[in-house]
């Protein structure tokens, strides 16, 4: 019995210890804590905050963009980048044959807007590495009859 009694106690013992380990804290989560990376892009449009999750893609340029929203509720913000962008305020420039080395911008809001190209404003570049590209933006254009003014952007996006 004497011998039943200590094998139970080394086993809960081994077992509690065992528990204590599994469910302690990764250091790289305690760190992501500490600096989160979500990727985001917002912006203020007609006095509204707007936040989306945003997407990153690359090809001869950079896009990124986000969007919500189906039909007459679609709203996308879009930022093309050359494909090798530098930290730095950038013109925003409409120029669809040279995409690979201007920064330009596109905006849709429908059911008003469907997009549209800026043709001026800034794109600024605050965090370029190969992991993470960041900065602010404000831009406006005309298409048709209707003006549009995007300010306060920002964005924050990984690269794959």
């Known amino acids: 019995m004497k011998n039943l009694k200590r094998i139970m106690f080394f086993a809960i013992a081994i077992f509690t210890l065992a528990m204590s380990t599994s469910c302690s804290s990764d250091d790289s989560k305690d760190d992501e804590n500490e600096n989160p990376t979500t990727d985001f892009i917002k912006f203020k449009y007609k006095e ?11 090809s001869e340029s950079i896009n990124i963009s986000g969007t919500e929203g189906i039909d007459d509720t679609y709203k996308k913000v879009s930022l093309w980048l050359p494909s090798s962008p530098t930290v730095g305020t950038h013109n925003v420039v409409f120029d669809l044959s040279n995409l690979t080395t201007t920064y330009q911008a596109s ?12 043709t001026s404003g800034t794109i600024n570049i605050t965090k370029v590495n190969a992991e993470r590209i960041e900065g602010t933006f404000n831009f406006s254009g005309t298409q048709g009859d209707k003006t549009f003014t995007v300010t306060e952007g920002s964005f924050s996006v990984e690269r794959f």
Not at 48 to 58: N, P, Q, V
Not at 107 to 118: R, Y
Request: without cysteine; negative net charge; charged residues 20%.
């Open 107 to 118: 905006f849709s809001f429908m059911p008003e807007l469907n997009n549209a190209s800026a």
């Open 48 to 58: 509204k905050d707007y936040t989306y999750e945003s997407e990153f893609s690359s």
